[in-house]
């Protein structure tokens, strides 16, 4: 750990017990900071950021403090390992800290004199003050999260370091404290900022919640700023954009069997549509956002959950207590609760087939209360959460031999077992079976079926795969399958629910065709193949259909016929 010290304005390494004591700068980057690279030239002194630099340090000496950190200027950012270090430790040095100075850059004025008793807004002025105070950039800001919570005090200075209050080290010191201001603004429960309780004592979606509210500069900070505040570190990778939060949630459930982390979305009554993209993955949020409602979710010890999760090549798999409601929809309970409720608990809404309940990347995810009285009428059965857009490939075998028209679909790998392709949305989606990669029909909505789905070629170009199935009175289906080249602009991903209508215009598939290919905009080939499943099945009732892809046009000839 660099301090920087008070009054001579030099930096020094301390380690481990070497660390003296010292105050800790909270604030909001702005222009012109003085950096590790500048602290030491006379000429920063000039900078913009200095002027916080000099308060803070200015405040730890009348405080008798003679080290300061300041993250502006103490680490080293052009070392990614230094960088790396200091964002995984930095909950713990603010946890350290004898005092935090938060300076709110864009508060002016003072704190009107509050009430003994805290919380107490007084008169309309008092009132006024507050809200200013509360909209400060300050508590926007997803780093200043753990700045607020990780230290015992923290004193709020404005943008001229006039001090406006405290956030107080204990719960019976009520003189100049902001604590139940910041509560009301936050969300975060007043027991936590004057240290009746931990941070250990508060469930996964609370800590989340706090945070979905707030922003960073960068899309993985949004990550990283959350760190300590779950005790667990990753590796830092700019660059990855959302994928760091999925993999902050991963490393949580390795530590945690709080199941509150799947307790995302809630209030939405039609749920919420995971975002199609192979770096966002199921069970786990894509933001924190998605917790903005979940400030209320606690443990549920009614609920048991020794129960663990593990992984495969399909996805993550819990056993959870499942009440079944019909054929197609049961509830699997979680292990988290309301606070204010005790007779309820938290449930993901998911879907059944011949006994299995799984959740699909295809799914709206959806939690609601029920009843915890239902628990007894539940049975524990694992629930398989599908992680990816890719799905299993079935390499042989009917796997839905009591349905009556079934596509099965097979995608070629290479020598890596790499898929060559992405499955982005399906269509419809109620006929997608997740556990089996196979789209089945009914009949039921008329005498023409139509299926699609949305792949990404290894070069990222969008195409669909259709297949069409026409049955007349008293004769055997018809099916016949086939490609269509890139979709338009308009019909890619930012656009899933309009394409399969677009499809059905654009996809002219030849009736009774059993292969076909195409050439993408990159030159990659597509080849599309339906085959029966087995003898039995060869009139059309039930099809493969093999997906494969020539690697460029150079490698392969137009001719040439997929290779199983």
């Known amino acids: 750990m660099r301090l920087l010290h008070a009054e001579k304005r030099t930096l020094k390494e301390f380690f481990d017990d070497a660390i003296p004591i ?66 995984n430790s930095m909950y713990r040095w603010y946890q350290r800290a004898n005092v935090c100075y938060a300076y709110l850059a864009d508060v002016s004025g003072l704190c009107p004199e509050l009430n003994s008793k805290e919380g107490s807004l007084g008169d309309d002025k008092n009132k006024e003050w507050n809200v200013k105070f509360a909209k400060s950039k300050w508590f926007s800001r997803g780093w200043t999260l753990q700045e607020l919570i990780a230290p015992s005090e923290v004193r709020f200075y404005n943008h001229s370091w006039g001090y406006i209050g405290i956030k107080c080290r204990n719960f019976f010191r009520y003189e100049g404290t902001l604590s139940r201001i910041i509560s009301k603004r936050t969300r975060i429960e007043h027991s936590l900022l004057t240290n009746v309780r931990t941070i250990e004592s508060f469930s996964i979606a609370q800590k989340m919640s706090w945070a979905s509210d707030r922003t960073t500069s960068r899309i993985e900070d949004m990550a990283y700023c ?5 005790n667990v570190n990753i590796p830092l990778l700019y660059g990855e954009g959302e994928r760091a939060f999925v ?12 199941q509150s982390i799947f307790a ?43 129960n663990g999760y593990s992984y495969s090549s399909i996805g993550l798999q819990i056993t959870l207590p499942v009440l079944r409601v019909n054929d197609s929809f049961s509830y699997a309970i979680l292990g988290c609760r309301f606070g204010d409720d005790l007779l309820s ?10 006994g299995h309940h799984f959740i699909t ?56 077992k790499k898929l060559d392709f992405e499955i982005i949305d399906v269509y419809p989606r109620d006929r997608w079976n997740i556990t089996a990669s196979s789209m089945f029909e009914s009949y039921m909505r008329g005498s023409e079926n139509m299926g699609a789905v949305l792949l990404s070629g290894r070069s990222e170009n969008l195409f669909v795969v259709g297949f069409y199935s026409k049955l007349k009175h008293g004769e055997i289906p018809t099916s016949t399958a086939g490609v269509v080249i890139d979709p338009s602009p308009d019909t890619g991903r930012s656009d899933a629910d309009l394409w399969p209508t677009r499809v059905r215009q654009r996809c002219k598939i030849e009736q009774g065709a059993m292969s076909t290919q195409t050439t993408l905009r990159s030159g990659e080939l597509v080849f599309v193949t339906m085959s029966p499943i087995n003898e039995s099945l060869s009139k059309g009732f039930s099809h493969f259909i093999d997906i494969s892809a020539g690697r460029y046009r150079e490698l392969i000839t137009p001719s040439a016929p997929p290779k199983y």
């Open 264 to 306: 995302w979305g809630f209030g939405d009554p039609t749920g919420v549509l995971h975002p199609q993209r192979p770096y966002l993955c199921l069970p786990f949020a894509p933001h924190p956002s998605y917790f903005q409602n979940s400030y209320e979710i606690v443990q549920c010890p009614e609920v048991s959950c020794v």
């Open 226 to 230: 959350l760190l300590g505040l779950f």
């Open 361 to 416: 990347t295809q799914s709206r995810w959806r939690v609601e209360r029920v009843n915890l009285q239902t628990i007894d009428a539940a049975t524990k059965q694992p629930l398989l959460i599908n992680t990816k857009p890719n799905y299993p490939v079935i390499t042989a075998g009917n796997p839905l031999s009591g349905l009556s028209n079934n596509f099965v679909l097979r995608f070629s790998c290479d020598g890596t």
């Open 247 to 258: 993999r902050l949630q991963h490393e949580i459930i390795k530590e945690s069997t709080d």
């Open 345 to 354: 608990a938290i449930a993901l809404c998911v879907e059944s087939y011949e």
């Open 22 to 87: 010292y105050a800790i700068l909270s604030h909001t980057w702005g222009e012109d900071e003085v950096t590790f690279q500048d602290i030491l030239k006379p000429e920063c002194r000039k900078k913009i950021g200095y002027v916080k630099i000099n308060y803070a340090c200015e405040q730890a000496i009348r405080d008798n403090i003679a080290w300061v950190w300041v993250d502006t200027c103490c680490i080293d950012k052009s070392s990614s390992a230094e960088l790396t270090e200091s964002i």
